[in-house]
């Protein structure tokens, strides 16, 4: 069964940093494309950030650009979100989901993670 | 970024009811369309990819249909597990952009 299990969320100052796991079971890790989505309370799916299957290519969204690194470690299967410069708008439940392809959809998701950025 | 327009943003149905749900992108995506089902307090789960191919354990009362910039979610025979938030997706570009959403409620 496929699992992702997100962690390290929870209360940050205004300009401070986090870190963000995702740790993969179930599958075969290194095979598969990773993403990080996001959903700020109330409102609607936006998309974060992707790395391919070695780390070739990454892409982020224009708003994380300069303050976001995705990174994934394959021998532990595990996807990483290192985020600063933290504002209140970045207020969400972050989610990791699989890519069966390259840069398609998301068919697998994590539980999510709610990061909260406040003074 | 490619928009992703959802109407209605809501809808309120009865059970046994078909819904349609219509997703207009703000470029010609070809069929590069998902459609998601998220449930309060739960993760998003795939229902439809590539516009029309229904996701593996998807009920076959959900469809979809379209290409280029309109598209559209067809749940037949409304059930009372289906009552959720529905999104579209685009994935024309690596930069995906989803749809506001379309909260579907009991009427």
Known sequence: EVQLVESGGGLVKPGGSLRLSCAA????????????????????LEWVSSISLSSSYIYYADSMKGRFTISRDNAKSSLYLQMNSLRAEDTA????????????????WGQGTLVTVSS | DIQMT???????ASVGDRVTITCRASQ???????????????APKLLIYKASSLESG?????????????????????????????????????????????????K
């Open chain 2, 6 to 12: 959802q109407s209605p943003s809501a809808l309120s």
């Open chain 2, 58 to 106: 998807v009920p076959s009362r959900f469809s979809g249909g379209g290409s280029g910039t309109e598209f559209t979610l067809t749940i037949n025979s409304l059930q009372p597990d289906d009552f959720a938030t529905y999104y579209c997706q685009q994935y024309d570009t690596y930069s995906r952009t989803f749809g506001q959403g379309t909260k579907v409620e009991i």
């Open chain 1, 93 to 108: 439940v972050y989610y990791c989901a699989r890519d069966p392809g390259d840069l398609v959809y998301f068919d697998y």
């Open chain 2, 28 to 42: 010609s995506i070809s069929s590069w369309l998902a459609w998601y089902q998220q449930k309060p307090g739960k």
């Open chain 1, 25 to 44: 079971s179930g599958f075969t890790f290194s095979s598969y494309s990773m993403n990080w989505v996001r959903q700020a309370p109330g409102k609607g």
